[in-house]
């Protein structure tokens, strides 16, 4: 396997192309935003890292990712748990991540920012208003709805297949308000374009902003167009 990143990638570029490297570089405290002009060499001599430990790392997780967003799973064919385990350990778990590391981004961007791009100012009650939309929305899945839907899966009960049916409108509404905010940021921020000059932080804020709308664009499709309809079904 090649290495994509190496000792001279630039440790801006590296979270340009792949923005989640920003929490690698977190746990090894490097710095990508105001160092983010330097080779990634450079900074992990300055820190005394294992330079081997830190590329492997990164090339492993994204080789990772890169599977994992290329699988061609037949999720109408999937049991339940499986469709679910899916949901949970890709979607929810990449939320459960991103969310409060994107708050600190979006909040020091604002802060930063703000005065001279005012636009900012709604991106940062946007996104923590889809936060916290979202993490009530996972609580609910996983404690409430998801248990529900494995019950049926078991033992084939009626009841419990009712159960599930009647959480699926609010959380389609749920998804549908999350959706409505995910096009109100891309509105304010015109599209997630950059301002001329915007430095690491603002460009990976966006990123992660965009990357955020695609992923719960594939979390939505898996309930919405293939475990909801195919709950609905088993009813008839």
Not at 197 to 224: M, R
């Amino acid at each position: 396997m090649e290495a994509i990143f190496n000792e001279t990638t630039k440790t801006g570029d590296i979270v340009t192309r792949f923005p989640k490297a920003s929490q690698v570089f977190k746990e090894y405290r490097i710095d990508f935003c105001c160092g983010g002009n330097r080779p990634i060499g450079e900074a992990i001599k300055e820190k005394n890292l294992n330079g081997i430990e830190v590329l492997s790392t990164l090339n492993t997780l994204y080789e990772e990712t890169k599977r994992l967003n290329n699988q061609n799973t037949n999720w109408n064919e999937a049991t339940y748990s499986t469709l679910i385990d899916h949901i949970i350990n890709k979607h929810h778990a990449y939320l459960s991540d991103v969310l409060p590391e994107l708050s600190r981004f979006v909040t020091k961007v604002y802060r930063v920012h703000g005065e001279g791009h005012p636009e900012l100012e709604a991106v940062f009650n946007l996104f923590h208003k889809l936060k916290m939309e979202l993490e009530h929305h996972l609580i609910q899945e996983e404690e409430r709805v998801f248990p529900k839907i494995l019950a049926y899966e078991k033992n084939g009960s009626k009841s419990d297949l009712d159960a599930a049916l009647q959480t699926i409108e609010v959380l389609e509404s749920e998804h549908e308000a999350a959706g409505d905010i995910l096009k109100e940021l891309r509105s304010v921020t015109n599209d997630y374009l950059l301002p001329e000059g915007a430095c690491t932080t603002y460009t990976l804020t966006y990123l992660k902003l965009e990357e955020v709308e695609s992923d719960l664009f594939q979390h939505i499709h898996l309930e919405n167009n293939i475990l909801f309809p195919r709950l609905a079904n088993e009813a008839l």
